[in-house]
């Protein structure tokens, strides 16, 4: 293992090199602890989409123009639409009175008709839907395949965000693609272990049988007509949804258990808002999502396992780490509450991006922020539409693209990283720190986000954070 340390080390030398053309071990294992925070549901145009300089809406062309699912453009997008719970909690849909009935066919400022911290509405985004309306890398049946009609053409300003704020003076990756396509679900099983879950004979109300189109005129499509499982499941061991369907504990290797078995063991944890409280009910807040808890899915990680009680832990717990209280991970994914993740529908993107912005400078501010790498991501795009296409590597993705901003004092300050990345480069960055196999083909193959990094030591001055001290922000007195 530790010939492969070396050897990654090497690699990452030559890729990066220093200002004074000089890179040794130490440099890359300098880094002592990288911390993933996994946000919620929207693709790169439709927050990042007016980033000075990036591959923003200026470039989207003629993929700014829908058409309908016999390839016909409409002469103006379909009515925008809300979802609601009626007096019988079930879900409807109603027309969004809030934005016009005359939109043209090209994106739309949604900020126009409904404030950044107010909700929208919660467009589709599954596994075969996602597949339609990237329509062979065309991208334009994002609205023939959505029940949110012109929602999902709207953008944000999104300078009016801290993570904005982050990317100006960090790295901003602007060609990030989430692993899968479709949904939360199988998005937050490829971030762990690159690899999509499998359901063994299950039940004909959960498979779509041979004709894959199935999904798209309203059969069941939670599992492949091989086996797989792609569109939400509730994990077989609580926390879970009662009556929902459930999927069989899973065995595939996890990034968990390659920490777990490194020698030295490198340590680890999975935080998340609202988990202490989940363990403890019997009715689950809505707020709280059991398929954004993917290590729960797993056998190593099961209810009272050694696993789950070592590596699966409260948001709480998270911040008495940052605050000395207690130990801090050398690996750490971080999965905020739901009304602050910014997923469309329950959440807005302001109370969310104002949370982040929380935990960002308490990092910077922490003991530990001058040996750490922070990576914020989304787990998939939400149904809304983006322009560019996504490479095309296997059955399973990668899905559409989505902000990513690098924040690090190694991070290169002010830069638009144009990598072509997935989110196994997350995997394959820890991979390539801690000297440990692949876990597939996906980050086997991946780059590692090191084009991101500069490891000389003046981009390590610990005095271009965004967040500074207390002590360093205050004014100087008036003489």
């Known amino acids: 293992m530790f010939r492969r340390l070396a050897l990654a080390t090497l690699l990452f030398c030559a890729s990066v090199g220093t200002l004074s053309g000089q890179c040794s071990a130490a440099q890359l294992s300098d ?28 470039a989207a062309g003629a993929t700014k123009v829908q058409v309908d699912k016999n390839g016909r453009p409409y002469d103006f997008l379909p009515r925008a639409m809300q979802d609601f719970r009626d007096e019988r909690n079930v879900n409807q849909f109603r027309i969004d009175l809030r934005f016009p009935d005359d939109l043209p066919n090209q994106p739309f400022s949604i900020d126009a008709y409904v404030p950044i911290g107010d909700n929208t509405g919660d467009p589709i985004h599954r596994f075969y839907h996602q597949q339609a309306q990237i329509d062979g890398g065309l991208m334009d049946k994002f ?79 939670q599992v492949t007509p091989d086996g797989y499982a792609v569109n939400t499941l ?25 920490l777990n078995d490194a020698k030295p063991k490198v340590t680890w944890a999975w935080y998340a808002g609202g988990w202490n409280d989940a363990l403890k009910a019997d009715r689950l807040d809505e707020n709280f999502q059991t398929h954004h808890q993917p290590f729960a899915y797993f056998e190593n990680y099961r209810k009272d396992s050694d696993g789950r009680r070592e590596h699966l832990k409260d948001e709480e717990e998270l911040l008495q780490a940052l605050d000395g209280l207690a130990d801090f991970p050398q690996v750490v994914f971080y999965k905020p509450f739901g009304r602050q993740n910014e997923h469309p529908g329950y959440a807005n993107v302001l109370e969310g991006d104002q949370h982040v912005g929380e935990l960002l400078c308490k990092i910077e501010k922490s003991q530990y922020w001058s040996k750490s790498i922070v990576i914020v991501t989304f787990d998939e795009n939400g149904g809304y539409w983006d322009h560019v296409p996504p490479p095309h590597i296997d059955r399973w993705g990668p899905g559409v693209r989505v902000p990513t901003v690098i924040i690090s004092p190694y ?29 597939g083909k996906r980050d086997k193959n991946s780059k590692d986000l090191t084009a991101a990094l500069d490891f000389s030591e003046a981009n390590a001055s610990l005095d271009n954070r965004v967040c500074k001290p207390e002590a360093e922000s205050k004014p100087e007195p008036k003489p």
């Open 31 to 58: 880094v002592e602890h990288i911390i993933v925070i996994y946000l919620e549901n929207h693709s790169f145009d439709n927050l990042f989409g007016l980033f000075p300089n990036a591959d923003g809406l200026a």
């Open 143 to 221: 609205v023939a395949y959505s029940n949110m009609g012109a929602l999902v053409m709207g953008f944000y300003d999104g300078s009016k965000t801290k993570l904005w704020e982050y990317a100006e003076h960090y790295t901003l990756a602007d060609h990030f693609f989430h692993a899968a396509f479709g949904g939360s679900f199988l998005n937050h099983f490829w971030m762990i272990c690159a690899c999509t879950p499998r359901y063994e004979n299950a039940p004909d109300t959960l498979t779509i049988g041979s004709d894959v189109t199935g999904p798209l005129r309203g059969l069941p499509d």
């Open 234 to 258: 509730e994990p077989f061991d609580p926390p879970q949804r009662k009556g929902g369907p459930r999927l069989p504990l899973q065995t595939m290797k996890t990034i968990g258990d390659e």
């Open 411 to 439: 991070a290169k300050k002010g830069f638009i990283d144009h990598t072509t990345y997935d989110t196994t480069a997350i995997l394959k960055l820890i991979e390539n720190r801690y000297g440990l196999d692949s876990l």
